[in-house]
């Protein structure tokens, strides 16, 4: 069926609905909100299989997918030194490059149209252009440790590594082959960070699930601002890079396997296993992240939480340098539903990092928790509406209500993810997925090296 004949069926259908099934406003007219809502429930309640390729020989097992901005292109990173370029519309493999990098690729992020960065083992982060693929455009030296997070935000490619690095690269500035960086933030146990696309947010995510978000977003100030933060005692007067922490909601889940911000910056979701990978679990939540302008007043605590034990916290955690260096830390005590409520410690004295703490939970769900240590990267939709995430050997499509309203408009008192389709066609684990950026299509990858389409069924 072209694509003319399926907008076409899929228009018949809603109008009949709109007709029949009695979208129309109190006054009697058309009701176009009911109308889009029609359509989308429509559009998102009928996802079925599109297209299959297998790309084992290039990539191997696929550990992340980008999504080129116009959504025609996705690229494929994985278990191999090597990239797979997928034409989205046809689902076929258009270019490869077979040796990319010295170890296997990590995370590919367009930066437009045409160029794309990779973050590997090897350390490096790589600059390419899709129309000359012989070579890369530049290699970006300076990480320390694997480079796991690649983000391109105000202008500057914001990458991370898992020695704690979040360094900012200067793509504006390129003089030849060196590209200006500077080491934006360091956190010894860092996982995960993402950025909205608004760019008014960078979140990061630990070891041991705490998530640290910097809102009202400037990186040319990040630096100085959490220095002073954390020698001053507290905030700097100015309004940019106000942080806050939300921490796990379980003491018993620790590592963020993956997040990701809602397309509208409404909300973050995170994918969460245990620390401990003898017991098994893993979970997904979805925290508001629209803190009010006010948020960072001082307030008085609570009083049964004492600021000293939630600095305690903090310092025994984040500001642990070089204690200890095996993979996970002992254990952090269990915290109290009061101490997930917002606290400002600027006035305590000789306590360091001032922070906010927030907590607002607004739905979650149980994952599967197969191939455990492993990352499972999960996607939001184009519009926010839907979550595709890796589940066992397929995926699993989750929206915040069964009509597939936006968050904005669920029930206060509801607080479980809708599980919409769950579909499974994957001969292996599925690792990732990921959402085009334009329409509703999804593709997933994972140890068969098979990639997988996803799309509406009109």
Not at 74 to 98: F, H, M, N, Y
Not at 107 to 116: L, P
């Amino acid at each position: 069926m072209g694509a003319l004949t399926k907008a076409k069926s899929c228009l018949e259908h809603v109008l009949h609905r709109g007709v029949h099934g009695g979208i129309r406003s109190n006054s009697g007219h058309f009701d176009l909100v009911g109308l889009r809502s029609t359509c989308t429930e429509y559009v998102h309640s009928d996802i079925a299989i599109l297209e299959s390729l297998d790309i084992a020989i290039d990539v191997g097992a696929v550990f992340n997918f980008g999504f080129s901005p116009s959504g025609h292109l996705v690229a494929a990173v994985g278990e191999l030194p090597c990239i797979a370029l997928i034409d989205t519309q046809r689902g076929k493999l258009v270019q490869s490059v077979p040796v990319a990098h010295l170890d296997c690729i990590n995370f590919t992020k367009f930066i437009n149209d045409y160029q794309f960065a990779t973050g590997s083992d090897d350390k490096c982060i790589k600059l390419w252009d899709v129309r000359h693929l012989k070579s890369e455009l530049l290699t970006l030296k300076g990480h320390k440790g694997w480079v796991k997070n690649i983000e391109f935000c105000q202008g500057m490619l914001i990458t991370s590594d898992l020695e704690g690095s979040v360094i900012a690269w200067d793509l504006k500035r390129i003089h030849k082959t060196k590209v200006p960086h500077r080491p934006l933030l360091h956190f010894p146990d860092l996982v995960r960070i993402a950025c909205s696309l608004q760019e008014d947010k960078l979140v990061i995510s630990t070891k041991y699930g705490h998530v640290l978000i910097f809102d009202n977003l400037r990186l040319d100030s990040l630096p100085s601002d959490f220095d002073y933060m954390r020698k001053k005692k507290h905030r700097p007067e100015s309004s940019y890079n106000r942080m806050f922490v939300i921490r796990d909601h379980s003491s018993k889940l620790h590592t963020t396997s993956s997040m990701k911000i809602h397309p509208k910056g409404w909300c973050l979701a995170t994918r969460m296993q245990r620390a401990n990978h003898s017991i098994s679990g893993e979970m997904m939540f979805v925290d508001n992240i629209t803190f009010d302008a006010d948020s960072s007043d001082e307030e008085s605590l609570p009083n049964t939480t004492s600021p000293e034990k939630i600095e305690a916290i903090y310092s025994s955690y984040i500001y642990h340098y070089a204690s200890s260096r095996s993979p996970f830390h002992p254990t952090l005590p269990s915290l109290n539903r009061e101490m997930f409520r917002r606290c400002d410690l600027s006035s305590c004295k000789n306590l360091s990092p001032v922070f906010g703490v927030q907590s607002q939970l607004l739905a979650s769900t149980v994952e599967s928790d197969v191939a455990q240590g492993i990352f499972k990267e999960f996607a939001f939709s184009y519009d926010g509406r839907m979550i595709c995430s890796p589940y066992r050997r397929g995926v699993r499509f989750l929206s915040f209500s069964k009509n597939f309203n936006e968050i904005c408009d669920i029930s206060a008192s509801q607080t479980a993810l809708y599980e919409s389709a769950v579909i499974s066609t994957h001969s292996h684990f599925v690792f990732t997925t990921a959402a085009s950026p334009v329409d509703v299509r999804f593709v997933s990858g994972g140890e068969d090296g098979k990639v997988q389409f996803y799309g509406p069924r009109l």
